[in-house]
């Protein structure tokens, strides 16, 4: 069974980096075609596609939010690691990550984390 | 950036209504579009993927077809746990994308 959990602060100051952990299980991100992605949504707003990992390393991040993203895996410890800087108000949302699965081919959302909410203030 | 739009943005419905949604890209994404099902307070959940492919343990009422361009979702014979917001997803690009969303409403 595959499961994802998202972990961080609930609370964070404008101008910090938030950084969020993925943990999950039932799946190997060193496993060929294998990858987590991150996605947001503001409360009342749509869902946002933030980020996405492959098992190779390789990285792609919205065009949008790039400069502020970085995404990181540790293959050992089944996490995958999103740090957003310079958080302002507008990045509180509910972030949640989430596995496309060989079912899908590796292109479609299956498996989901619960999520985790973010709100930004002072 | 692939743009994606969702048409109606709202809709009532009754329960045993059929129910289209429209999902339009900014260019060509071949088949590589999907559809979740959100309900408040949830995650989305993954309804299609590959514009046409139903995922497992999703009733047959939800449909999709579609290439290119224009894709579509379409519900037969709503049920009330069908209604929630709707969204299309690209996984084209290197970058994936979601649509604003449709909320369909209990009329």
């Known amino acids: 069974q595959i499961t994802l959990r998202e972990s961080g602060p609930t609370l964070v100051k404008p101008t910090q980096t938030l950084t969020l952990t993925c943990t999950f299980s039932?799946?190997?991100?060193?496993?060929?075609?294998?990858?987590v992605g991150w996605i947001r949504q503001p409360p009342g707003k749509a869902l946002e596609w933030l980020a996405l990992?492959?098992?190779?390393?390789?990285?792609h991040y919205s065009p949008s939010l790039k400069s502020r993203l970085t995404i990181t895996k540790d293959t050992s410890e089944n996490q995958v690691v999103l740090r957003m800087a310079d958080m302002g108000p507008a990045d509180t949302a509910t972030y949640y990550c989430?596995?496309?699965?060989?079912?899908?081919?590796?292109?479609?959302?299956?498996?989901w984390g619960q999520g985790t909410m973010v709100i930004v203030s002072s | 950036d692939i743009q994606m739009t969702q048409s109606p943005s709202s809709l009532s419905a009754s329960v045993g209504d059929t129910v289209t949604i429209t999902c339009r890209t900014s260019?060509?994404?071949?088949?590589?579009l999907n559809w979740y099902q959100q309900k408040p307070g949830k995650a989305p959940r993954l309804l299609i993927h590959?514009?046409?492919r139903l995922q497992t343990g999703v009733p047959s009422r939800f449909s999709g077809s579609g290439s290119g361009t224009d894709f579509t979702l379409t519900i037969i014979s709503l049920q009330p746990e069908d209604f929630a917001t709707y969204y299309c997803?690209?996984?084209?690009?290197?970058?994936?994308?979601f649509g604003p969303g449709t909320k369909v409403e209990i009329k």
């Open positions: 997803q690209q996984s084209y690009s290197a970058w994936w994308t």
């Open positions: 260019q060509s994404i071949s088949r590589y």
């Open positions: 590959a514009a046409s």
């Open positions: 989430a596995h496309p699965s060989y079912s899908t081919d590796h292109d479609a959302f299956d498996i």
């Open positions: 039932g799946f190997s991100l060193s496993t060929s075609g294998v990858s």
């Open positions: 990992i492959y098992w190779d390393d390789a990285k």
